[in-house]
């Protein structure tokens, strides 16, 4: 393979007449009408959109502990695949990535594939138990570089604790994550609560325990000086948190993410009983979903996320109460965004750059993602053409593991090349 | 009838159908020495208990029984959900060894429904004997069937179901088979003991008993799992019982005919006085005896239906 890449005709953003980008050593080398070279790779993308690689806030790569449901290598594929150039990788592995050893391991392994950037997401708490800090600093100050601390699957409930943890971080100009969920309000939870979970009788998991800890972590991000990141919001209450708390934002710094599957589904696919639509938080309803694409166009939710999460066939096709909750997200995130949110026009392109590359690889810390299309800039890139379909087969993606909650359903959106740091990762549904 | 899985949405004329031949079961079986029907002769059904219950394992039992099918119980009583052997190869197990229907009680809501999609190419029937907090049809069945022996009909009747509606499968399954035949249904209960969303649901909601009783017809009280009562759901056992409880004042305040039901077991003395549940106006003993015609009907439709009709 040659070292230059030249993309024909695509549109940056979206907008705009149709450029050449000559990309080479890594960089954007050139942006107008250009010849190729000897030796430079065509693509020809003639009614594309170019954009910056997406960067992935949230992301299960089950390694160490789980290789059974995912790896860094395969899921480095699938975030390769679906436009992605920098994925974190949460710690809730086993062991728990709480500490260097580990979250090192996990660096080390996103580098040998070299798809993707992968930075592990360090522990709040030892073990996630919330209940001591884990070594935050020896994390940051790692090989690993660790930019973003989360106890996810689990929300650092005692407030004393989140204060100390907040606290703390501003030393170290780190980010906490916190995974909202008051878990006195959600003992035993299965499914949203309200009339579909009470029809069906799963026990409910409350808006208000989101909201509530949303709230929370708001005014301690405030009195900390800290930097919160809210994961996976999921109800329209805490949108309307959000907007509160980012309009009187004092000393803080507030950011949010959504998930593509809040932006789209709803919890009246519940009815079925299959766990592939179980996820935590749960799917809520039309209304939240709603009101969740609007807070993202509005910005009052940065960004998206997938919180992709593999799991094995066996701890899906069972009872929902045993099910994992969970749903893959790399490989779609693009096409369901460009369901709800470009269809529906909401965002143009150059929004969808700002929620999927740009704000995340802001409130991450990332100085080389999420980068403007110029000449000079790492090439980091995606390339889209919005008007082709697909139809989503949770056996033919890249994951090891196939709960995708959009089997058999046709989306718009398809990811036809992926570049990191001018290499070509993806290309055509294919790795490399 | 493929299944029986829920109320929600079964068609009236098929519940009507079914509470129709439970009254015939009923009726010839009256008076023999020997209850044994040769109908399901040959015919193998299978009670996967995942929970305790004997009232209803028992009253499936013998209803398939006194239709000459072979009855095996499985019962994992004790073994909690998520260990051992996964449902899916239970299940898998059970239809490859020739069961031709399933009848399954499970701690987790929707697990029938899980099982008949598991079992959808073997052509094994699942009957739902109670999954988590979602729905128990045979016995919104067997309760219909007795109203409708008490009342005449279930049309324009008004039925109070009075306490734990929350945490209640019998309750779901009641609302919606009672409603779709035609009954008014009020839920009288206080509000951390109601479902959120309750206002979908086609039914009024009461928090004063005693306010309800003079317009019943029947009053179905529901039982009250003692590790409720320390959840915080209510102050205490006394209160709940003041407020809630079916009390011999309460009895004098329904019209002469209405009927009491509970799916026992029954606290007395909490729940309703014990006096209450010997009284005339209780039918909690012929509810029991209408369990096992209304299993026997369903095993029929389900499994010899078809053919026989
Ligand atoms: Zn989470």
Known sequence: ?432 | MKHLLATDGLDPRLATAVLDTADELKKTLLGREVRKLPTLRGRTVVTLFYENSTRTRVSFEIAGKWMSADVINVSSGGSSVGKGESLRDTALTLAAAGADCVIIRHPASGAAHRLAGWLAESGTAVVNAGDGMHEHPTQALLDAATLRERLGTLSGRRVAIVGDVLHSRVARSNIHLLTALGAEVVLVAPPTLLPVGVSALPVTVSHELDAELAALDAVMMLRVQAERMHGGFFPSAREYSVAYGLSEQRLKMLPEHAVVLHPGPMLRGMEIASAVADAPSSAITEQVRNGVHVRMAVLYHLLAGEEEK
């Open chain 1, 1 to 432: 393979m040659s070292d230059q890449v030249l993309i024909r005709g695509a549109r940056l953003y979206g907008e705009g007449d149709p450029v050449d980008v000559l990309v080479a050593h890594g960089l954007i080398a050139e942006i107008g009408s250009i010849e190729a070279a000897e030796g430079t790779e065509v693509v020809e993308a003639a009614g594309q959109v170019l954009l910056p690689g997406f960067v992935d806030l949230h992301t299960h790569l089950r390694e160490p502990g789980r290789e059974d449901a995912e790896t860094v290598e395969t899921g480095s594929a699938a975030a390769a695949l679906g436009g992605y150039t920098a994925v974190f990788a949460m710690a809730n592995t086993d062991p728990v990535a709480d500490n260097a050893v580990v979250v090192e391991h996990v660096w080390r392994r996103g580098r040998e594939v070299g798809l993707v950037d992968v930075h592990p997401v360090g522990a709040v708490t030892v073990g996630l138990n919330g209940e001591r800090l884990a070594e935050l600093g020896t994390m940051a100050k790692s090989v690993a570089g660790v930019r973003m601390f989360s106890d996810d699957g689990h929300c650092v409930a005692d407030p004393l604790l989140m204060r100390r943890a907040l606290e703390y971080s501003t030393a170290l100009d780190v980010v906490i994550a916190q995974h909202a969920e008051e878990p006195r309000l959600t003992v035993g939870a299965q499914a949203h609560e309200g009339e579909i979970a009470s029809r069906l009788g799963y026990a409910g998991w409350p808006a208000s325990a989101e909201e509530s800890i949303v709230a929370r972590d708001c005014l301690l991000a405030g009195h900390a000086g800290a930097r919160l990141h809210v994961c996976h919001v999921s109800t329209a209450g805490t949108a309307e948190v959000l907007r509160w708390a980012k309009d009187r934002q004092r000393a803080g710094t507030i950011s949010a993410e959504v998930t593509p599957h809040h932006l789209l589904l709803t919890d009246e696919r519940l009815a079925s009983y299959d766990p592939v639509n179980k996820v935590n938080p749960p799917l809520r309803t039309g209304g939240d979903a709603a009101r969740l694409r609007a807070a993202l166009a509005e910005g009052v939710i940065d960004c998206v996320a997938t919180d992709h999460a593999p799991h094995p066939v066996q701890d899906k096709d069972c009872e929902w109460a045993v099910a994992k909750p969970g749903m893959l997200g790399l490989q779609t995130a693009l096409s369901v965004v460009t369901e709800t949110m470009v269809r529906t026009g909401l965002l143009d392109w150059r929004g969808v750059a700002r929620v999927m590359s740009e704000r995340p690889a802001e409130i991450a810390g990332l100085p080389d993602q999420g980068r403007p299309l110029l000449a000079g800039e790492p090439a980091n890139l995606v390339l889209v053409d919005p008007d082709a379909e697909w139809t989503v087969r949770g056996t033919e993606l890249a994951s090891l593991a196939a709960n995708t909650p959009y089997e058999g359903m046709r989306l718009p959106g398809v990811v036809t090349l992926t570049l990191l740091r001018g290499r070509i990762t993806a290309r055509e549904g294919k790795i490399g």
